[in-house]
């Protein structure tokens, strides 16, 4: 064999696990994720997601024991989505701000018996509109200025029913700002803002859209949501949602926008989140039902790159299974 000189041997670093372990630069742990749940009207219901294994739109009840499960685990936090009956849909999404409405009933129970966590509501109008678009639709128009209003109201009945954290998901110029005032009048100064800021256009949300039946009725989100292609526009909406107010900011999806998500992280002081969504998560358990991957090696991959990347938060589907291999 012929010898080579070698002064650099990077390798001496990989040699043991225990020597890995030790120079290893990121590391998960349970208190980085928020966990998304699926609610539905009813008790001990328990409906399987067909394009998400392993998820479930689950009844008040269950939504607590989900809590208490999350919580003993190390997870701070869960994101609600309501999944609503198409009879308590309509134009103006009035559904949404019922101090009754399931969303609302929802969030106090879970306030009233696991007080410890966290809850995050989704700001938007789609789950409850006939539309099935984030803002008010006319004549195939998405209206700006007259969804405002919608929104912020949402986001107080939200907080009235003891949310900690509004998450406006509905990439309206302007509205965190709005949801930001409307809370404040309204005495909700505690109440947080984590801003979808940088939300794509993405093909990635259809699983999603299968739970809560929430498909654009006709057209798409790009007029409002980003296109895939650019990524110094998510800083120009990043940097308004922060000046308007955002306590957080998140970038959506995450595995596809690693690139953006490093960027906005080396610009602004305020947490940045990233949401794993549920095309991202069902890729990765569909091939390993297949077994063309390892689903849990996969999963431990994909979610160390998020937070490799800068993500100080990951909203993920995978939280549970992850937190327990923490
Ligand atoms: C709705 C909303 C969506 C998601 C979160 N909030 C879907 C959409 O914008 O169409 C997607 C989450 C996921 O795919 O996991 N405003």
């Known amino acids: 064999m012929k010898t080579f000189r070698i002064d650099q041997r990077p390798r001496r670093n990989r040699q043991t696990a225990s020597i890995r372990s030790m120079v290893r630069e990121n590391r998960l742990h349970p208190s980085d994720f928020i966990l998304p749940l699926f609610v539905v009207d009813g008790q001990e219901k328990q409906i399987p997601i067909e394009s998400m294994p392993d998820c479930f739109r689950l009844s008040p009840d269950l939504v607590i024991k989900e809590c208490q499960k999350a919580y003993q685990l190390g997870i701070p936090a869960v994101a609600l989505f309501p999944s609503l009956p198409a009879s308590l849909k309509d134009k103006a999404a009035s559904e949404s701000i019922n101090p009754e409405g399931l969303l609302q009933r929802t969030i106090s129970q879970i306030k009233s018996k696991v007080p410890e966590i966290t809850v995050i509501t989704d700001v938007a109008m789609d789950p409850y509109s006939i539309d099935g678009h984030d803002g008010l639709v006319q004549d195939s128009v998405i209206l700006n200025d007259e969804t405002l209003e919608i929104l912020v109201n949402m986001a107080v009945s939200q907080a009235a029913a003891g949310a ?48 809560l039946n929430s498909e654009p009725r006709s057209g798409d989100k790009k007029t409002y949501q980003m296109d895939p292609a650019n990524r110094r526009e998510a800083i120009r909406e990043i940097l308004l949602d922060v000046d308007q107010g955002a306590d957080m900011v998140m970038v959506k999806p995450a595995i596809i926008y690693l690139d953006v998500i490093a960027e906005i992280k080396s610009k602004i002081n305020v947490p940045v989140a990233a949401y794993n969504v549920s095309g991202e998560y069902a890729m990765i358990k569909s091939a390993a039902k297949l077994g063309w991957l390892d689903g849990q090696a996969a999963m431990v991959e994909m979610l160390t790159a998020i937070k490799r990347s800068g993500a100080d938060i990951i909203l993920t589907y995978f939280a549970k299974e992850m937190a327990e291999l923490c």
């Not at 110029?173 to 404040?184: E, P």
């Open 164 to 211: 900690d954290i509004i998450a406006p998901s509905d990439m309206m110029d302007a509205r965190v700002g709005a949801i930001r005032q409307g809370l404040d009048q309204h005495d909700y100064t505690h109440v947080g803002i984590l801003a979808y800021s940088a939300k794509y256009a993405s093909a990635f949300y259809g699983p999603f859209r299968d739970a």
